[in-house]
C-alpha cells in the first residue's frame, strides 16, 4: 500500500453523523462517522452509484466509463469504491468530463489500494472525493468492503451495476440498496459467458434492466430536474455554440449510419473533445435518436 503524500492528499476531515446526507443516515447501522479528503459539497448534488466486477471484459469497462461519463456530463456525482475494474472505469469516466466522483474506501484516505490506482487516487483527490469510515493509517481487510458497500448504497439516489456474478459484492451492494428503497439497475450481458449471471439475477428480483442511459431516464425522470449539467461538457447556448452542437450532433449521426460502434472508436473519428462527444451522445441518446446496448452505440432505426 502507497500513502499519499501531503503534498498531493489535502487534510482528512471529520463528518459526524448529524452532517450525513439524508440517505446515509437511514441506512442500517449508520457509521458513527466519515473520515472524507476533498470536496464535501458534491454530496449534496443528484448521486448515482456505478458497481461491478473487478475482473471485468473490455466490453463491461468501455460501457462503465462511457455511461459514468454520460452521467457525470449531465451534472451526477458517479458514486464507486475505487476497486479493480467497473470501479475504476466508472470513476475515470467521469472525471474524463470534467464530472465529480466520489470514492468510498475500504481503508484509511491516506492509503492507496489497490497499488496500480494511485493515480486515480490522486485525481479524485484534486477533483472529487474520498470517503472512509476508516481513519488515517487503516489497511484494507477483507470484511471492510462488505461494510463500504453499505455507504455507497446510502450515499447514492440509484444504483448501477455492471458485470457482476451471482457471488459477487457487487450483488450483495444491490440487494442492499434494494432492501433500503433504492433503484437499483442491472445491466445484461452475454447468458454463455456467465460474467452478467448477477445481473439477470437482480431483474428477476425486480431490478430496472439498463442497456442505456434512456432508461435511468424513463425509470427516474425526477432525478434529470434536479442535475445541472457541467459547463466543461455541454456547449453554451450562444449561437456560435449552439452551432458547433449541433454540427456535432450531425457528425455523430453520419459515423453511425456505417453501423454500430464503440466508445473508443467514436472517439478515435470524431472531430471534436471527449466532453463535447460525451455530451453529443447524450444529447441524442435521450432525444431517441440514437442507443447504447452493450457497449456499441447504434442509430435507433438499426436495433429495429
Same mark, same amino acid.
Given at each position: 500500500?502507497?500513502?499519499?503524500?501531503?503534498?498531493?492528499?489535502?487534510?482528512?476531515?471529520?463528518?459526524?453523523?448529524?452532517? %450525513?446526507?439524508?440517505? @446515509?443516515?437511514?441506512?442500517?447501522?449508520?457509521?458513527?462517522?466519515?473520515?472524507?479528503?476533498? +470536496?464535501?459539497?458534491?454530496?449534496?448534488?443528484?448521486?448515482?452509484?456505478?458497481?461491478?466486477?473487478?475482473?471485468?471484459?473490455?466490453?463491461?469497462?468501455?460501457?462503465?466509463?462511457?455511461?459514468?461519463?454520460?452521467?457525470?456530463?449531465? &451534472?451526477?456525482?458517479?458514486?464507486? $469504491?475505487?476497486?479493480? $475494474?467497473?470501479?475504476?472505469?466508472?470513476? #475515470?469516466?467521469?472525471?474524463?468530463?470534467?464530472?465529480?466522483?466520489?470514492?468510498?474506501?475500504?481503508?484509511?484516505?491516506?492509503?492507496?489500494?489497490?497499488?496500480?490506482? +494511485?493515480?486515480? /487516487?490522486?485525481?479524485?483527490?484534486?477533483?472529487?472525493?474520498?470517503?472512509?469510515? /476508516?481513519?488515517?493509517?487503516? &489497511?484494507?481487510?477483507? /470484511?471492510?468492503?462488505?461494510?463500504?458497500?453499505?455507504?455507497?448504497?446510502?450515499?447514492?439516489?440509484?444504483?448501477?451495476?455492471?458485470?457482476?456474478? *451471482? #457471488?459477487?459484492?457487487?450483488?450483495?451492494?444491490?440487494?442492499?440498496?434494494?432492501?433500503? &428503497?433504492?433503484?437499483? %439497475?442491472?445491466?445484461?450481458?452475454?447468458?454463455?459467458?456467465?460474467?452478467?449471471?448477477?445481473?439477470?439475477?437482480?431483474?428477476?428480483? $425486480?431490478?430496472?434492466?439498463?442497456?442505456?442511459?434512456?432508461?435511468?431516464?424513463?425509470?427516474?425522470? +425526477?432525478? %434529470?430536474?434536479?442535475?445541472?449539467?457541467?459547463?466543461?461538457?455541454?456547449?453554451?447556448?450562444?449561437?456560435?455554440?449552439?452551432?458547433?452542437?449541433?454540427?456535432?450532433?450531425?457528425?455523430?449521426?453520419?459515423?453511425?449510419?456505417? &453501423?454500430?460502434?464503440?466508445?473508443?472508436?467514436? @472517439?478515435?473519428?470524431?472531430?471534436? *473533445?471527449?466532453?463535447?462527444?460525451?455530451?453529443?451522445?447524450?444529447?441524442?441518446?435521450?432525444?431517441?435518436?440514437?442507443?447504447?446496448?452493450?457497449?456499441?452505440?447504434?442509430?435507433?432505426?438499426?436495433?429495429?
Amino acid at each position: 500500500m502507497m500513502p499519499l503524500t501531503s503534498f498531493l492528499k489535502p487534510p482528512t476531515q471529520q463528518l459526524n453523523r448529524n452532517r %450525513f446526507p439524508r440517505g @446515509l443516515k437511514e441506512i442500517p447501522s449508520p457509521p458513527s462517522q466519515l473520515y472524507c479528503v476533498g +470536496q464535501l459539497d458534491i454530496c449534496l448534488g443528484p448521486k448515482i452509484a456505478m458497481v461491478g466486477s473487478r475482473a471485468a471484459s473490455w466490453h463491461g469497462l468501455q460501457f462503465a466509463e462511457a455511461l459514468a461519463g454520460q452521467l457525470a456530463a449531465l &451534472g451526477f456525482v458517479v458514486v464507486s $469504491g475505487l476497486a479493480r $475494474g467497473i470501479d475504476a472505469a466508472s470513476h #475515470r469516466g467521469a472525471l474524463a468530463v470534467g464530472g465529480k466522483t466520489i470514492a468510498v474506501l475500504g481503508q484509511g484516505c491516506d492509503l492507496v489500494y489497490p497499488k496500480q490506482n +494511485q493515480a486515480l /487516487y490522486q485525481e479524485v483527490v484534486r477533483e472529487g472525493l474520498l470517503v472512509s469510515e /476508516y481513519p488515517d493509517g487503516t &489497511g484494507p481487510k477483507p /470484511y471492510h468492503f462488505p461494510a463500504r458497500n453499505r455507504i455507497i448504497t446510502g450515499l447514492c439516489d440509484a444504483l448501477i451495476v455492471v458485470e457482476a456474478r *451471482t #457471488r459477487s459484492g457487487s450483488l450483495i451492494s444491490a440487494k442492499s440498496a434494494l432492501a433500503q &428503497g433504492r433503484e437499483v %439497475f442491472a445491466v445484461p450481458g452475454p447468458v454463455v459467458a456467465g460474467a452478467a449471471s448477477g445481473c439477470h439475477e437482480l431483474i428477476r428480483e $425486480g431490478a430496472h434492466l439498463l442497456d442505456s442511459i434512456t432508461d435511468l431516464f424513463r425509470e427516474m425522470p +425526477q432525478l %434529470f430536474r434536479h442535475v445541472q449539467p457541467i459547463q466543461a461538457a455541454l456547449p453554451t447556448t450562444d449561437p456560435p455554440a449552439g452551432q458547433v452542437a449541433t454540427n456535432n450532433h450531425q457528425d455523430l449521426l453520419a459515423l453511425l449510419t456505417a &453501423g454500430p460502434m464503440v466508445f473508443s472508436d467514436l @472517439l478515435a473519428n470524431f472531430d471534436g *473533445t471527449i466532453e463535447c462527444l460525451v455530451a453529443a451522445l447524450a444529447h441524442l441518446e435521450v432525444s431517441g435518436q440514437i442507443e447504447h446496448l452493450g457497449a456499441l452505440y447504434q442509430l435507433r432505426m438499426q436495433a429495429r
